[in-house]
């Protein structure tokens, strides 16, 4: 089954702890995605990668890393979570999103961070 | 900002009607699409409709843009309970794809 994958969906960690939230597709999608989900505010785009070894910011990159070496996994890599990094992650693919595209995403089922 | 900006924040309905919502937005656009939400799941795709088209159908869903308002209609017709959801528009640039805060709908039985 065509998907993508976040794990973990449910954590709990405290404020310093460095985590990863991994995220891996199976459709062979050029272009991934992070956002975050925060009530009132909508999704965010937090990073993106267009393919392998090639990543950039999104609207609200401060805090967070990622890498793209393998092009089916796009980690999200927390150096020193904050309780403001409280949300809910979702990590996206699809094919590419070239100019001439009509791409579309393929979300993950979502990763619920609480950082106390 | 590219957000689009969905119009109603949220809308309440019985069974059977339909359910209207809009979508703002301020730059140029490659397409818009529109994306549905249960409560705290994945999004999913509904239906996308390019800057040369005015309107898409998709079962019972009807897509409308004009681009000289710079806005975008999702109609679902005949709405059923299980409609119930959260409806997003995305706005899609060159590089990437934005999402405007949603729209809630109930249908109620």
């Known amino acids: 089954e065509a998907q993508v994958t976040q794990n973990p969906r449910y954590l709990i960690t405290v404020t310093g702890k460095k985590l990863t939230v991994t995220c891996s597709q199976n459709m062979n999608h050029e272009y991934m995605s992070w956002y975050r989900q925060d009530p009132g505010l909508g999704l965010r785009q937090i990073y993106y990668?267009?393919?392998?070894?090639?990543?950039d910011k999104g609207d609200v990159p401060e805090g967070y890393k990622v890498s793209r070496k393998e092009k089916r996994n796009f980690p999200l890599i927390l150096e020193s979570p904050s309780p403001n990094q409280t949300s809910l992650y979702f990590c996206a693919s699809s094919r590419g999103q070239e100019l001439s595209g009509a791409n579309v995403l393929t979300f993950g089922a979502g990763s619920r961070l609480t950082v106390l | 900002s590219q957000q689009g900006e969905e119009d109603p924040q949220a809308l309440s309905i019985q069974e059977g009607e339909n359910a209207t919502m809009n979508c703002s937005y301020k730059t140029s656009i490659n397409n818009l699409q529109w994306y549905r939400q249960n409560s705290g799941r994945g999004l999913v795709h509904l239906i996308l409709?390019?800057?040369?088209?005015r309107e898409k159908h998709s079962g019972r869903l009807r897509v409308t843009l004009d681009t000289s308002k710079k806005s975008s209609s999702l109609l679902i017709t005949a709405s059923r309970a299980a409609d119930t959801a959260s409806y997003f528009c995305?706005?899609?640039?060159?590089?990437?794809?934005?999402f405007g805060k949603g729209t809630m709908l109930l249908v109620s039985p």
């Open positions: 409709i390019r800057s040369n088209e």
């Open positions: 995305a706005i899609k640039t060159y590089s990437t794809l934005t």
């Open positions: 990668s267009m393919n392998v070894e090639v990543t």
